[in-house]
């Protein structure tokens, strides 16, 4: 991680866009995430932002759209190789144990688990393609994957920004406020869905 920071730190305007882009996009197109987390790489880029090293606007477009963009990679690499990827040397390095936590999950929350997964550590980078595994409709899967991503990669990126030099010590608070983040996105959901459902009956 000290060693991502010094490359980070080294970095400005567009190799530092660059940089940080292909860590979040990796993070779940190629399980780049169990090892360096791209959420670390855009707070780091957040706060090196704030001191004028990149453009504050471009870094949370260039993060948003690579997150997006690497989940439906990642979505399509399960659809593509299914239960044979979680059998391969890289899944069993994955650990049966995150698979079953990332495979409960979905089973639990539905399509809403893409976007929730996206605020908890190892589901952000096992999800997708555990989505792509299950056969979840592409079309319900970008939805909630466009909704997580942006909101995920903006928060991150303004953190960083916002706290600057004290990103470790956000690091450590992010995990926390995940939580009530993913809370509130939940409760969201389930408003929405008791809208439509009245509305539905309305229209009855």
């Known amino acids: 991680m000290d060693q991502l920071t010094d490359i980070l730190s080294d970095l400005s305007g567009w190799p530092l866009l660059v940089l940080v882009g292909l860590l979040a996009f990796g993070e779940c197109a190629a399980f780049i995430g169990l090892i360096l987390p791209g959420e670390t ?48 040397r890289l899944g069993r390095w994955v650990g049966e144990e995150r698979w079953q936590r990332a495979e409960t999950f979905i089973q639990r929350h539905g399509p809403a688990a893409v976007m929730l ?13 555990l989505a792509g595994m299950t056969r979840m409709p592409y079309r319900r899967f970008l939805a909630y994957n466009v909704v997580g991503g942006v909101t995920w990669a903006t928060t991150v990126v303004l953190i960083g920004y916002v706290l600057g030099a004290s990103w470790k010590r956000a690091q450590g608070y992010l995990g926390a406020a995940s939580i009530g983040i993913a809370a509130v996105v939940v409760l969201a959901v389930i408003i ?3 809208v439509v459902r009245r509305r539905r009956r309305h229209g009855r």
Do not use: F, K, Q
């Open 41 to 88: 790489a855009l707070l780091i880029g957040g706060a090196l932002a704030a001191t004028g090293r990149t453009n504050i606007a471009a870094l949370v477009i260039v993060a948003a759209v690579c997150a997006v963009v690497g989940d439906s990679v990642g979505y399509e690499i399960g659809r593509r190789t299914g239960m044979p990827l979680r059998r391969s």
């Open 117 to 129: 997964g996206r605020w908890i550590g190892v589901l952000r980078a096992l999800v997708p393609a």
């Open 192 to 194: 929405r869905w008791i």
